[in-house]
């Protein structure tokens, strides 16, 4: 039960109900929510179609960050929504520039032990103060937002001891890196890390904060760090020292497992297309010629991290032919820079200053050329993810990323010739709240035509004809189900967006998902999808589950399927099925027939669920599911989603 950990602490201090088993639900309190423009749409939209009047939570903020392009009238559509919906709703708005969700959420907002959920799967970067910090569905933060309690299964807690200290050129992100290659990307869901250790006074807010970040790409519910007096100094630098509490792990806590990591022992680490978890050193890539550098994104831009590129920099030019490209994390690390004067190094020495936002992260802009090598401090490389269909993206530490942008080619930093810079924390950070936009009861919400309705799902049927629409593999991401990019200006449009449904599958020439979907459904047919291990990860956006449904999607089968996702399949009334025997997967083929009979009431009953494979040569074959849903996931999915239940 991992007793003593911080996690424990945590969940004790929120509990409202539920088991306190590994693995069995567990609701627990919310004090704080947070949404961004991409997922934060639907969210509200939902939150009125719950009917609630004015959040009650101790504090939710709405962030713009992600769509900024404002090519066309539908992202400025949104902003107005978010802006006059969060006024009265009762939420903080945060306009756009303003700086990305996780980073200004962590400087202004963010407290150690308290709980907060956000529509966005990097939230965990709040566990970098002691915060217990989750991503979620749009849906579940608009329930929170609402005052109910949030469900997750009672976590194992996988404890990383952190001893050492870091060497210079080697950085936080390597840390993360590190434990990317030994725990992947997959197989860690129901789990949560919680670091401790000697290792982890060496280590600043802004790092702890980079690696609970990116902790969210090994697919657990998140990270954390404890809250010490590094915390302390590191709030009250942002005016807010009345926040801190102390929080750590007893001496006697219990871990389910222990990873040691020997901070002395970390090199400059990249993770290799097209997964965070594909990791080799840098000295094992050098030489390999690079075309594009990106520094900045929630997981590396912060202050310290800019101004340490700055001051590397300063006085040097990139090499000739590669683009550098800046996304600063926040409005006042942007200021802070330009006051100081770091931004104009960063401008000298030929680097692009791209808007505060997401920017290239989420493929909106900066896509490289084909088959040219990008570099970036992001937390995802996934394929395609960067708008080049074949990208080959890298992902590394700011250190790193300066080496390649100095030498044109994958370099390890600790050749470079000279000292890594050292960054003072600046002793006050400089902020300006009066940006925020306050609530104010009774504003008008701004609806422009764009801006659409949830769309409801139909009640789950018990004789559930079934047509496979597509197969897919292992480790999919709600990037391969739910393009963002180009597209991400359709959120709020769900028959324009459901179009593109796993688009990077479709072959020239043959019909598209969408295409096959449609056809299945309007036979009167329900589609299902296969995937194997580790379906859905990545992103926390519904949009996954939403726009498939609206494709007529009422199954989804595959030997695991990642925590968030699952819970929006849930949430929008399509069942999660996982295959009893992983051998069935091989039996499935695109256009085969899947048939449920009494499924409603196998579901009442219990597991497995047993379902009949009819192939095209009308050979069949029984297969059984079992799935992960408990008795009130059962009644929602039963009802054709959360929207359907009263
Ligand atoms: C991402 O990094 O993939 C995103 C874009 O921030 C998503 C949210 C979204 O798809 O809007 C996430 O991480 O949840
Ligand atoms: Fe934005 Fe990228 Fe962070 Fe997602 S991972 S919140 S797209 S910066």
Not at 126 to 155: R, S
Not at 498 to 512: A, H, L
Request: proline share 7%; aromatic share 6%.
């Amino acid at each position: 039960m991992a007793k003593g950990t911080v996690v424990q602490k945590i969940i004790d201090a929120h509990y409202v109900s539920g088991s306190r088993t590994p693995g069995e639900p567990v609701a627990i309190k919310i004090d704080q929510t947070l949404t961004q423009d991409a997922t934060g749409t639907m969210a509200y939209l939902e939150l009125e179609a719950m009917k609630t009047p004015k959040v009650d939570t101790e504090l939710s903020v709405s962030y713009v960050d992600h769509n900024m392009a404002q090519n066309g009238p539908e992202n400025r559509n949104d902003h107005l929504y978010l802006r006059t919906v969060a006024a009265n709703k009762g939420v903080l708005f945060s306009p756009p520039g303003n700086g990305i969700c996780h980073q200004l959420h962590l400087e202004r907002f963010g407290a150690p032990g308290k709980t907060l959920i956000g529509s966005d799967s990097h939230t965990p970067t709040g566990g970098g103060i002691g915060m217990m910090a989750i991503g979620a569905g749009g849906l579940d933060v608009a329930l929170a937002m609402a005052g109910k309690a949030f469900h997750i299964p009672y976590p194992k807690v996988i404890g990383v001891k952190l001893t050492g200290s870091l060497s210079p050129w080697c950085a936080a992100k390597d840390v993360i890196l590190k434990l990317l290659s030994i725990l992947t990307t997959k197989g860690n869901v129901g789990s949560v890390v919680e670091y401790f250790g000697p290792g982890v006074a060496t280590l600043s807010v802004p790092q702890r904060a980079t690696i609970t970040n990116m902790g969210a790409e090994l697919g657990v519910t998140t990270s954390l760090f404890p809250s010490d007096e590094m915390t302390r100094a590191w709030l009250r630098r942002q005016n807010r020292e009345n926040v801190f509490v102390p929080l750590e792990a007893d001496a006697d806590a219990e871990y389910d497992r222990i990873i040691e990591i020997d901070l002395a022992g970390i090199v400059p680490l990249a993770a290799c297309p097209s997964s965070p978890d594909q990791v080799k050193a840098v000295s094992e890539l050098a030489g390999i010629e690079v075309d594009q550098v990106l520094i900045g994104s929630c997981t590396n831009g912060g202050y310290r991290d800019l101004a340490m590129a700055a001051m590397a920099l300063r006085g040097r030019r990139i090499a000739p032919g590669v683009t550098l490209g800046i996304s600063p994390g926040s409005r006042p690390v942007l200021e802070m820079l330009a006051r100081n004067g770091l931004l104009a190094d960063l401008v000298a020495a030929g680097a692009r200053i791209l808007e505060v936002g997401c920017g290239p992260c989420i493929g909106q802009g900066q896509s490289p050329a084909n088959g040219t090598v990008s570099v970036r401090t992001f937390n995802r490389n996934f394929a395609g993810r960067t708008g080049t269909k074949g990208d080959q993206a890298y992902l590394v530490s700011p250190e790193t990323a300066v080496a390649v942008a100095l030498t044109g080619r994958f370099t390890d930093p600790r050749t470079l010739g000279f000292d890594c810079p050292r960054v003072e924390e600046p002793e006050k950070f400089w902020s300006d709240d009066a940006l925020f936009q306050k609530p104010a009861a009774g504003t008008e919400i701004i609806r422009k035509p764009t801006i659409g309705e949830p769309p409801l799902n139909t009640p789950l049927p018990d004789e559930l004809a079934g047509e496979i629409v597509i197969k897919v593999g292992d480790k999919i991401t709600t990037d391969h189900i739910m393009p963002a990019g180009v597209h991400l200006k359709l959120r709020s449009n769900i028959p324009a967006y459901s179009r593109v449904v796993f688009e990077c599958f479709t072959e020239p020439g043959k019909p598209s998902f969408a295409e096959r979907a449609a056809a299945v459904r309007d036979a009167g047919k329900a589609g299902v999808i296969i995937g194997r291990d580790s379906y859905g990860q990545g992103s926390s956006r519904e949009h996954a589950a939403i726009c498939p449904m609206y494709l007529g999607v009422k199954v989804v089968a595959a030997l695991a399927i990642e925590r968030i996702h699952r819970a929006n399949l849930i949430n929008f009334g399509i069942l999660p099925l996982l295959f009893a025997d992983p051998a069935d997967y091989d039996a499935m083929e695109q256009g085969d027939a899947l048939l449920f009979h009494g499924l409603r009431h196998q579901l009442a009953v219990g597991k497995p669920v047993t379902g009949e494979l009819v192939k095209a040569d009308g050979k069949k074959k029984t297969i059984l599911f079992n799935h992960p849903l408990s008795g009130e996931d059962i009644v929602m999915v039963l009802a054709g989603g959360r929207l359907n239940c009263p």
